[in-house]
């Protein structure tokens, strides 16, 4: 016998951890459970017979297969799988068969993505698709697809189509992160990954900053983009990993001046370097400065104080993750890509014939609707967790440093053991104003 299906969804106002905090089971009397949990037995009764009714639905074990492939944990690690064939044939297309005409196997590649599109389609809302980060991926990986096939069914710009390519598969792979959300302890770990957009945001002022600077300095009137980017970018990046810049100084080489490589710097009629060098040095040493020693620290800090944050709220964050998995895949149609085409197709017909397609999201409001006895169980039910999310606080608190100096200064203080709480308060309100007006 199951216990009565709770989601925190259907009261936003309790705190959405009580509907997971871990109890011990046992089966009591007929029609009950009893509930261990954070030393105290709570005993619950619970009308069987409306599960008993609902079990009746799945007379045959054919029904009842059909539920277990339904199920969003069957969904979920069937397109898990179907995942990574996707990645494997991608993957193979572009190391192993990727010709002037396309062959099988990247027809194949552009069909299964057709059906990722038509997900895609099929999960957007207004104003709430384009909130998810995976989501963001999805939209991403899907452009650079389809910019690289443009690119690729041309002549000319057949290689650069293959390269668009190979850079939409790492944002595939990147896509691949979302299924350790499944895992309470790396799940929430993935937050942390926002904090180097921010870091790289800041990296990037002090690299232009002293990029454009130094190749100003340096070198007079280039007008070759690829070299002006390499000096005033990539250079500097290069120096915070500790490429140190051979042209700061005159101890430049002159075996580098050519119309193939970089521009040498302005030199005088001694072939000697015009710029300041003590300048360009001082100018190297600050952003050294900061690049490596402040910025970097500051990143360390950034990632240890985020750790700290995520690891203190590790399941909470983890069950919020959890509770919007099967939420996605409850809505979601059961074959994986690419043979999810046929529920598309079977949704299409039947807004064409009935103009009433089936909402796979409402199935999931649907499933959560309790009235009668089902709303007075889970009335019980969440009495239950709060209860239980209470005691586990208290008894957190209780086992912390500062509940324990507070235990046994109450303890151990014979003066105050004998006195009321009230008169225990007008002693320390009395004390705190001695102290005050002194």
Known sequence: MGLPSIHPSIHPSIHPSIFFTPLSFSGGREGGYTWTGCQSVIYIDVDVSAHSKQSGKFPNCLSRLLGLYCAPQVKFYGNIVSYFAFLFLFAYVLMVDFQRTPSIAELVLYFWLFTLVSEEIRQVRPKVYIQELWNILDVISILLFCLGLAFRLTTKLLYPGKIILCIDFVVFCLRLMAIFTINRTLGPKIIIMRDLFFFMFLLSIWVVAYGVAKQGILIENDNRLDWIMRGAIYEPYLV?????????????????????????????EKEMPVFPEWLTIVMLCVYLLFANILLINLLIAIFNYTFEEVHDNTDRIWKFQRYQLIKEYYSRPAPPPPFIILSHLYLFIRKLVLWNAPKFQTAFSKALDFRGKEEEELLSWEALMRDTYMISERQAKSQSMEGRIQDSSQKYNPAESSLSSSQIQAIRWLNTSKCASE
């Open 240 to 268: 915070i990993f500790g490429n140190f810049p051979e042209n700061v100084d005159s101890e430049w080489r002159s075996a580098q001046c050519n119309p193939l490589k970089p521009k040498c710097p302005v030199l005088n």
